[in-house]
């Protein structure tokens, strides 16, 4: 079956293919991702998320389709409630800035598929421009680092994971190409950067890649039980006491 925009995210495809947001969700919460491969579990989707969206659809001249998808973004009266005004502001922002237009001007939603390690693999990119580079939009709320618990302070750009999508996207497509976030923030004034994200960065992610994604195929194919983070929401519902804990386990320690 050909992957197409309309079946990109279809219940079949997810299963056969994996994918950079399957990756890394897998790797945020395996029992979680698989849940929501099952249809078991689905995640709020918040208006923050939908603002993203709003202007992913745009650049994608699905915002039609998008909108009549989404009538909560309209108020009773049929106006477009603040958050998704407040994206519309991000839309003119972005195309008055001659540089990201630039990036932005390649062909659209990009679907192409391939392997790693033996794995296939599924990515639809957001501006390809063929032989020069991959692009993907981002819209966050700013651009500040972000800690991590395992890490300590890191760039957004890591503590999101989009090296690894980076990574995925340069090893599907083929060619090696540069990879870069067209990046616009939810801020009052939104702020705009196009950033290139080094090769070492990508060759770091890939081999982490590597080492997880037959793992993680296993876990698919239902060969390996995912292991839980006991962190997230999916987690905390499908949580089964066992035993008694002791207070001491829950003091701060540095």
Same mark, same amino acid.
């Given at each position: 079956?050909?992957i197409?925009?309309?079946?990109?995210?279809?219940?079949?495809?997810?299963?056969?293919?994996?994918?950079?947001?399957?990756?890394?969700? $897998?790797?945020?919460?395996?029992?979680?991702?698989?849940?929501?491969?099952k249809?078991?579990?689905?995640?709020?989707?918040?208006?923050?998320?939908?603002?993203?969206?709003?202007?992913?659809?745009? $650049? +994608?001249?699905?915002?039609?389709?998008? =909108?009549?998808?989404?009538?909560?973004?309209f108020?009773?009266?049929?106006?477009?409630?603040?958050d998704?005004k407040?994206?519309?502001?991000?839309?003119e922002?972005?195309? =008055?800035?001659?540089?990201?237009?630039?990036?932005?001007?390649?062909?659209?939603?990009?679907?192409?598929t391939?392997?790693?390690?033996?794995?296939?693999?599924?990515?639809?990119?957001?501006?390809?421009?063929?032989?020069?580079?991959?692009?993907?939009?981002?819209?966050?709320?700013?651009?500040?680092?972000i800690?991590? +618990?395992?890490?300590?302070?890191?760039?957004f750009?890591?503590?999101?994971?989009?090296?690894?999508?980076?990574?995925?996207?340069?090893?599907? +497509?083929?060619?090696?190409?540069?990879?870069?976030?067209?990046?616009?923030?939810?801020?009052?004034?939104?702020?705009?950067?196009?950033?290139?994200?080094?090769?070492?960065?990508l060759?770091?992610?890939?081999?982490y890649?590597?080492?997880?994604?037959?793992?993680?195929?296993?876990?698919?194919?239902?060969?390996?039980?995912?292991? =839980?983070?006991?962190?997230?929401?999916y987690?905390?519902?499908?949580?089964?006491?066992?035993?008694?804990?002791?207070?001491?386990? $829950?003091d701060?320690?540095?």
């Amino acid at each position: 079956m050909m992957i197409t925009n309309e079946n990109y995210f279809s219940p079949e495809n997810q299963m056969k293919y994996m994918g950079a947001s399957q990756f890394k969700a $897998f790797d945020d919460c395996e029992a979680r991702a698989l849940a929501e491969l099952k249809g078991e579990y689905e995640r709020e989707v918040t208006n923050s998320l939908l603002i993203g969206s709003y202007v992913d659809a745009h $650049f +994608e001249k699905t915002l039609d389709i998008f =909108r009549a998808r989404h009538p909560e973004i309209f108020t009773r009266n049929g106006d477009l409630k603040a958050d998704f005004k407040r994206a519309e502001y991000i839309i003119e922002r972005i195309e =008055r800035d001659p540089l990201f237009m630039e990036f932005m001007s390649g062909q659209k939603q990009v679907i192409k598929t391939g392997e790693i390690c033996g794995v296939p693999f599924k990515i639809k990119i957001d501006s390809y421009h063929p032989g020069k580079m991959i692009v993907d939009l981002k819209i966050m709320k700013d651009m500040e680092p972000i800690w991590k +618990e395992e890490k300590g302070r890191i760039n957004f750009a890591e503590a999101w994971g989009y090296d690894i999508q980076g990574a995925i996207y340069q090893a599907i +497509e083929g060619n090696h190409l540069p990879f870069y976030l067209a990046v616009a923030t939810k801020e009052v004034e939104p702020d705009i950067e196009i950033i290139e994200i080094p090769q070492h960065y990508l060759d770091a992610a890939l081999e982490y890649v590597k080492q997880k994604v037959m793992r993680l195929q296993a876990i698919k194919e239902g060969d390996i039980e995912p292991a =839980r983070c006991e962190k997230c929401n999916y987690c905390r519902r499908t949580k089964v006491l066992e035993s008694v804990r002791s207070l001491e386990e $829950f003091d701060y320690a540095e």
